[in-house]
């Protein structure tokens, strides 16, 4: 089980590199990432590693518990978002960058799907979504919604990028998601 959970997370964070270095929108988070780091003087991995500490103090109130899962997805996706923006280049080709943001749905889409099929913890972000959506009963779409919608405002006025990237990862994330994980399933049937 370790060695998907580690694959996948590995891919998910290249993958929020991709969507970093196409300059064309990033996921909600990862806008605040960039926002929160512009003002820290930090990366957007290590903003993301700072976000994931004080998402996961949010838990406590919440008696959410981390896992092996949990932990490895603080460490490895900063860590690989940190990675893959310091090697992808920046293109000016605008297919190029169009080509970053198909590929990092893709590639987060197939690294969800592992790493989530390992029942080693949730990552921070979805143990905070999934323990309010119990605590208070109340639906995880709006508990995403507002949530996903929050970080998004707070990181496009501290200076993220918000752009038509960020948009097509909304309307198709779910998708690649939820593809990823049938053909996992099938994988492991098989």
């Known amino acids: ?27 909600p988070w990862t806008v605040f990432a960039e926002g929160l780091g512009n003002h820290l003087g930090v990366s957007v991995g290590t903003a993301t590693g700072l976000i994931s500490c004080a998402v996961m103090l949010l838990w406590i109130p919440l008696r959410e518990k981390p896992g092996l899962g949990t932990i490895s997805n603080l460490l490895i996706i900063a860590e690989m978002l940190n990675v893959s923006v310091a090697i992808l280049p920046v293109s000016s080709s605008l297919w190029i960058r169009w080509a970053y943001v198909v590929s990092g749905i893709a590639v987060i889409g197939v690294g969800s799907a592992l790493y989530l099929t390992t029942g080693l913890g949730p990552g921070p972000r979805d143990g905070l979504m999934t323990s309010l959506h119990r605590r208070f009963n109340i639906s995880v779409v709006y508990v995403r919604l507002s949530i996903e919608g929050t970080v998004l405002f707070i990181g496009w006025l501290l200076g993220g990028t918000v752009g038509l990237g960020t948009a097509v990862f909304g309307a198709m994330i779910g998708y690649s998601i939820g593809a990823s994980l049938s053909v996992v399933a099938e994988l492991v049937e098989g």
């Open 1 to 27: 089980m370790v060695l998907p959970l580690v694959g996948g997370l590995s891919l998910f964070g290249f993958g929020e590199g991709l969507l970093v270095q196409s300059h064309l929108g990033a996921s």
